[in-house]
């Protein structure tokens, strides 16, 4: 039995009404930066990364500038399973050692960010893949992580690094040239050490960097929920940290909330927290008026 499209039961007025709808949108957003954090099953399903790639050429030609910044933890976990090997996490983040880190570079710096940009300008878009190592992108040093076991310790998780510095010169000469700047999270230190960082940090301060008017996090969750399970759609900072302090945020949600809030406090407009495992939630997102996941607040 084929399946039929689902636009094909949509009424044409309910379509009129539904392009309508975008309008005051498109014309609110034009030539805004939006930062789009791309993870989860929306990276890995072919339907959805499909009707991502459709998403993001339709916002670049209605005259927004978006940036996509991936994630890619599921194909690097396949990479390294493949060679025996067990990814491990502290507090949302990966350990990566030597070997590991030669794992992240091939995978997210080639394979996963030249299937998003090969995806791209199938559908007629122009995507160029950049590492922070392009243009210095992504200036980075060795993280080392507090350990919450032993306050006032340091751990050491391998080539993990934390962003100095931001040179969006090469993001902005891309957007001026109408192409889609499609961002893998490795960072470079000064003597060229490559350095694994979390994308939704990087995602994060490239969103504070452009000044972007949005952030949007796509994920695996409908947004953040209470430990009630009841989705929460519009968060404040206060909010937050005291979901922080209860223990109602954890693991690897940690950095992704973390670096929403970040940005929210650092300029940029609205940051929302979406469910990449909806098609087209990137575009529902932004062109309509429904409350969509999880919105968040500087105040």
């Known amino acids: 039995m084929t399946n039929v499209d689902e636009t094909t039961h949509i009424s044409s007025k309910l379509k009129a009404e539904l392009l309508a709808e975008?309008?005051?949108?498109?014309?609110?957003?034009h030539g805004k930066?939006?930062?789009?954090?791309?993870?989860?099953?929306?990276?890995?399903?072919?339907r959805l990364k499909h009707?991502?790639?459709r998403d993001v050429i339709l916002l670049k030609l209605v005259g927004m500038n978006?940036?996509?910044?991936h994630g890619g933890g599921p194909q690097i976990d396949n990479a390294l399973k493949k060679m025996g090997k067990q990814g491990t996490f502290i507090q949302g983040m990966r350990i990566t050692d030597e070997e590991t880190m030669e794992v992240v570079?091939?995978?997210?710096?080639?394979?996963?960010q030249q299937d998003i940009v090969m995806l791209i300008n199938h559908y007629g878009g122009h995507a160029v893949g950049l590492t922070g190592k392009d243009g210095g992108l992504i200036r980075a040093r060795k993280m080392m992580m507090p350990?919450?076991?032993?306050?006032?310790?340091?751990?050491?998780?391998?080539?993990?690094?934390?962003?100095?510095?931001i040179n969006p010169a090469v993001v902005k000469a891309l957007q001026d040239d109408a192409f889609i700047p499609i961002i893998s999270p490795i960072g470079f230190g000064e003597d060229g050490q490559a350095y694994n960082i979390n994308a939704d940090v990087v995602?994060?301060?490239?969103?504070?960097?452009l000044h972007a008017e949005k952030l949007i996090m796509m994920t695996n969750i409908a947004g953040v929920q209470d430990k009630q399970g009841n989705m929460l759609t519009n968060l404040s900072a206060r909010e937050i940290d005291e979901m922080f302090e209860d223990g109602t945020i954890s693991g690897g949600m940690l950095p992704k909330i973390s670096s929403a809030l970040e940005a929210a406090k650092?300029?940029?407009?609205?940051?929302?927290?979406?469910?990449?495992r909806i098609e087209h939630s990137l575009l529902l997102e932004v062109l309509t008026d429904q409350a969509f996941g999880t919105m968040i607040r500087s105040h």
Do not use: C
Request: hydrophobic share 45%; net charge negative.
């Open 51 to 53: 009707s991502f790639a």
């Open 22 to 29: 975008a309008l005051p949108y498109i014309r609110k957003f």
């Open 33 to 46: 930066t939006i930062v789009v954090k791309y993870g989860g099953n929306a990276m890995t399903e072919e």
């Open 266 to 276: 650092s300029g940029v407009n609205t940051v929302h927290i979406i469910d990449g």
């Open 66 to 69: 978006p940036v996509v910044v």
């Open 105 to 112: 570079e091939w995978v997210l710096g080639g394979e996963v």
């Open 147 to 165: 350990d919450k076991e032993k306050p006032g310790q340091l751990l050491d998780i391998g080539f993990v690094g934390e962003i100095e510095a």
């Open 203 to 209: 995602a994060g301060k490239i969103a504070e960097i």
